[in-house]
């Protein structure tokens, strides 16, 4: 059976445990204890040289990195759409897969890893530059439902978890209504699986 490893406050676990859970896929879920070290053993880091969650394990293939594990899932399980095959399609969702690992990790992710982890950021500035993602990425859902095309994709995947758990890290997401919106659709989907709340951080009053 596939392995997926995770810690459950993870949204880069999430997103891809979101994904399994969209595509009903069965899957072992091992939840690793960061604060013991669990993903620095020996054993985690032959899977995983960057001791990191989330790691996916199907047989012989191992998987890390998230956006990496929804590309994998994608093209070996799931119905057609979810990563399109042509030139174009394929890169619309590639260039919301490169904003997951980029401007959502150094904006509401690193936000929240201040306010539920104790990380040292800058809070001000990490929640700075998550409004500056989100404004952007409200502004390119006005009019359309879903973020790379006319379906939901691996990118709104990856990009749903941290926008969702924003305001744990102060971020007031709440006034972007068309990001509101999209979260509501995504959560509306068969197989939804929710990520894990934390009592820090702004009410969530969505
Ligand atoms: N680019 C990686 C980032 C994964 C990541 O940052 N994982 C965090 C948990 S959210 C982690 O395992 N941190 C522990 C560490 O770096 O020591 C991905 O997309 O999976």
Redesign the pocket.
């Known amino acids: 059976m596939i392995k997926l490893y995770v810690?459950p406050?993870?949204?880069?676990?999430h997103?891809?445990r979101l994904f399994i859970s969209l595509i009903g896929l069965d899957a072992d879920i091992i939840e690793l204890d960061?604060a013991k070290g669990e993903?620095?053993t020996p054993a985690f880091l032959a899977l995983n040289p960057?001791?990191?969650?989330?790691v996916l394990e199907d047989g012989g293939t191992v998987i890390?990195?998230?956006?990496?594990?929804l590309v994998y899932l994608a093209k070996a399980y799931a119905p057609k759409g979810w990563l399109p095959e042509d030139a174009a399609g394929a890169a619309g969702v590639q260039r919301w897969l490169s904003v997951?690992?980029g401007e959502i990790?150094y904006g509401p992710?690193a936000a929240r890893?201040v306010t539920v982890f104790g990380a040292k950021f800058d809070a001000e500035e990490v929640i700075a530059r998550a409004h500056s993602i989100l404004q952007r990425i409200d502004a390119e859902l006005a009019g359309r439902q879903w973020i790379a095309a006319d379906h939901p994709t691996i990118a709104d995947v990856a990009l749903y978890s941290y926008i969702a758990r924003a305001p744990e890290g102060n971020v007031d997401r709440f006034r972007y209504h068309n990001v509101t919106a999209w979260l509501a659709r995504i959560e509306a989907l068969a197989g939804f699986h929710p990520f894990q709340k934390t009592p820090v951080g702004l009410a969530d009053v969505a």
């Open positions: 810690h406050l993870s949204g880069h676990a997103r891809a960061l993903h620095k960057f001791g990191q969650v989330p890390a990195d998230s956006t990496a594990i997951a690992s990790a992710c890893l």
